[in-house]
């Protein structure tokens, strides 16, 4: 099954590499507009990061390790699984999801696997070269432990990331267009980047635990900066957020699935 | 193989309102509409049949045919293609059908053709000596290779058609939906994809639906018809019961000299039958009179005795009411059953 599917997504992968790269004048100024973004995106955080005051006692390295934390699930999120934007704007009322209904394998894969994000290389690479800037700098001790539950900690807040996204896109089956809706979510998750403590209190219960984007970044890397935050200390927090994305992620497939057997196509 | 019991299908919306305010209005309003766009059909159809599903725009023919693909879940009643249920298990459903949509293309739109049979190799799961197989007997009834190699954008209609039956048959499934699949083509192109359904129903036992607004895609490849109205199956048998239940009327045309001695006569006296069994036309640039008549009430023979006894008769032409105009007159409701 495993195997099947991965060989599947390789194929389906390609055809899209084999699209862009049919015309060699539109891949090459894509890749110039990229490298061009990414030079912008560097500059814009240069000038956030200029302005920022001290916060509550946070130092400067750690609200960069926080932002470059975030980064990181959001980028893999949007490299992966960019199309779901397309099932909450266009896909659902122009019929198109109907030839994935056709093909004898699960939907979202084949929705997930036709198209990877360039753009959100820049991302990854920035959160990277930002946590890479802010350990050096000395907020965080690279021990063995802290390895595995980085990486633990990111494919759970790449998970919350994606459903999420799924979720809100999802309520196009039965609205026609969520668009907008995956975008609110999708600015929710800016707050996300800086430290949760800093806004009022009811912002902050919303974004811990009704759409939970405090756990993509900001609490499990203050256990990663030994910053007690307000659920604590400790390595459970990544347990925490790993039951979160199980949860939420159970929760926006089968909201995807309930909307697949409310879905009306299109007329012709 | 394909069996649907007591399938409807209900769309509800939201009710919108005309104008600026009315759009506000609906933003507040509860109210919804619903459109019943199947309704209560039952049918069964046998293995190897091809049976033609016509209907009207709007009429639920489309609407069918995605409940019995998987695509739409029945509001009520269940459809069962070859034991399976197509909205429960739509995997399984979809590894034994082959869809064709004649508006829209299931092909990898950037790609050569040939990449979107590379892609549909994997996607069902066909094995190599499967794969052979199949594009031979595809391209020899197709004539694939001759564009293989271009994008399926760059491809004519016809083309794309033909691409579009071959990618819906490249797993051999054992039921073929064609949604429209001559809609838009030209005489010879629409002549090769009929022979090819055709010939693959022959080889294979596939068992074809099609929906069209074609006549000859009917009267050339269907055994049987099922005509859907409003949502309501509202026939369902042979082509020639068909025409012999709404086909009552009969046309018999005659070439006459003297046109004139018909001016003021009503043949339906002549015939001692009442005006609407029995109608006449005069065209005098073509000196030809047209009876229309009911042939169960008349015979062609009195029609012509009748004929003669005013004036001679130099040709005659009997014709048949065509399937057209049966099916014209159901679209408008007005059948006489």
Not at chain 2, 270 to 296: A, H, I, M, Q
Request: glycine share 6%.
């Amino acid at each position: 099954m495993i195997k099947r599917y991965s060989r599947l997504y390789k194929v389906l992968i390609s055809q899209f590499f084999k699209v862009i790269m049919q015309s060699k004048v539109d891949f090459l100024m894509g890749l110039l507009g990229f490298f061009l973004t990414q030079i912008l995106g560097i500059v814009f955080l240069y000038l956030i990061f200029d302005k920022i005051e001290l916060l509550n006692g946070w130092s400067f390295e750690q609200l960069i390790f926080i932002y470059g934390f975030a980064q990181i699930p959001r980028g893999i999120d949007h490299l992966l699984t960019d199309n779901i934007w397309l099932v909450a704007w266009r896909w659902v009322i122009s019929g198109d999801i109907d030839r994935y209904m056709l093909r004898p394998m699960n939907i979202l894969f084949q929705i997930i696997s036709e198209k990877l994000q360039p753009d959100a290389l820049g991302e990854i690479l920035i959160g990277c070269i930002l946590v890479a800037k802010s350990i050096s700098a000395g907020v965080s001790h690279i021990t063995i432990t802290n390895v595995i539950l980085f990486f633990l900690s990111i494919i759970a807040g790449t998970i919350i990331y994606t459903s999420i996204k799924l979720f809100f896109a999802s309520l196009a089956f039965w609205v026609k267009i969520s668009g907008p809706f995956v975008q609110f979510a999708y600015q929710m998750a800016d707050f996300a980047k800086y430290p949760t403590e800093i806004y009022t209190k009811s912002i902050g219960f919303i974004i811990t635990w009704v759409i939970p984007f405090a756990f993509v970044a900001y609490l499990p890397a203050s256990y990663f900066l030994g910053v007690e935050n307000s659920l604590g200390i400790g390595a459970y927090i990544i347990g925490v957020e790993w039951i979160i994305a199980i949860i939420l992620g159970i929760i926006s497939y089968n909201m995807f699935q309930k909307g697949l057997t409310v879905y009306e196509s299109a007329g012709n | 193989m394909i069996t649907v019991k007591n399938v409807s299908k209900e769309f509800v919306s939201n009710k919108k309102y005309p104008g600026f305010k009315g759009a506000i209005k609906g933003l507040f309003s509860n109210e919804k509409v619903s459109k019943v766009a199947v309704d209560n059909i039952s049918f069964h159809i046998n293995k190897g049949e091809i049976v033609g599903y016509i209907g009207s725009n709007g009429a639920g023919k489309s609407t069918t045919i995605k409940m019995m693909t998987g695509i739409l879940t029945p509001t009520n009643g269940e459809c069962l293609v070859n034991g399976v249920n197509p909205s429960k298990q739509r995997k399984i459903n979809a590894q034994n059908i082959g869809v064709v949509f004649g508006q829209r293309t299931q092909l990898w739109w950037d790609l050569p053709l040939s990449e979107s049979f590379t892609i549909l190799k994997e996607i069902y799961n066909i094995s190599d000596q499967a794969y052979q197989e199949s594009m031979t007997f595809l391209n020899k009834i197709l004539d694939l290779y001759s564009f293989f190699d271009r994008p399926v954008r760059t491809l004519s209609l016809g083309q794309r058609m033909r691409a579009d039956l071959g990618a819906a048959l490249l797993h051999n499934p054992k039921v073929l939906y064609l949604d429209e699949p001559t809609i838009g083509l030209d005489l010879v192109v629409k002549d090769n994809i009929r022979k090819a359904i055709k010939e693959i129903n022959e080889k294979y036992q596939t068992t074809v639906i099609l929906t069209t607004h074609d006549i000859e895609d009917i009267e050339e490849l269907c055994s049987r018809i099922i005509v859907i109205d409003n949502g309501k199956k509202i026939y369902d048998g042979s082509l020639e019961k068909l025409k012999d239940t709404y086909g009552t009327k009969r046309k018999v045309s005659m070439e006459i000299k003297q046109l004139n001695a018909f001016e003021g006569i009503e043949l339906s006296e002549t015939l001692g039958v009442t005006p609407d069994l029995c109608s006449t036309r005069l065209d005098v640039e073509k000196n030809t009179l047209e009876v229309t008549f009911d042939k169960n009430k008349l015979q062609v023979p009195q029609v012509i005795n009748a004929v003669m006894s005013i004036a001679d008769v130099q040709d005659i032409q009997i014709q048949e009411t065509e399937l057209a105009e049966i099916v014209k007159a159901i679209y408008q409701h007005n059948v006489a059953k």
